[in-house]
């Protein structure tokens, strides 16, 4: 199981590292990556640094993504051809608003601009989760709801946990389980 973590975070950052204990403590390999540049998040990079991880994927592979975290899964997912177990998103987004300030939106833009082929990334990844706050702060809730419909995502939708940065979130670890049971 590979954890992937938020723009301007961290391994040690909101529920991950209780997630990775309650994971270890059902048996789980759990992976968690410095990912790089995280102040300033760049597609390949990223996608490289997670090519690294996980090495040789199949259908034991696991991911759990954070905001970005999340774009960096579907945008390895594409360079594959081998089925994974699945994946869980949470905050998991396609667009943004809100943003900040300019330089945040430059450094958003290629993320949010460069296309995701979600027929490749369906083709290896055969169950999903999203679970994502009507209370975002960056809203566009609806648009990712539906972009995370084109994968087959089964959409969890939290009524009031923001980006959902809380230090424990127990729904995470739920629908985790869920999935890998899942059929």
Request: aromatic share 8%.
């Amino acid at each position: 199981m590979i954890m992937v973590h938020r723009w301007s975070g961290g391994p040690q950052d909101d529920w991950r590292p209780w997630l990775k204990g309650e994971l270890e403590k059902l048996d789980f390999k759990v992976s968690l990556p410095e990912m790089p540049d995280t102040e300033v998040p760049v597609i390949e990079k990223w996608v490289h640094k997670l090519a690294e991880v996980v090495g040789t994927p199949d259908s034991e592979t696991y991911f759990i993504g954070h905001s970005i975290g999340c774009q960096a899964i579907l945008r390895y997912l594409e360079t594959i051809d081998t089925a994974i177990g699945g994946a869980l998103f949470v905050a998991g987004w396609f667009n943004l608003e809100n943003l900040e300030d300019d330089e945040v939106r430059e450094i958003a833009r290629p993320w949010i601009e460069t296309p995701i082929k979600t027929e490749k990334v369906r083709s290896v990844l055969p169950k999903s989760v999203l679970i994502i706050s009507k209370n975002d702060p960056y809203g566009a809730s609806k648009e990712n709801i539906e972009k995370f419909g084109l994968l087959k995502s089964r959409i969890v939708v939290l009524p009031n946990a923001g980006h959902i940065t809380a230090s424990v979130e127990p729904t995470i670890l739920s629908e985790f389980q869920n999935l890998v049971q899942e059929g």
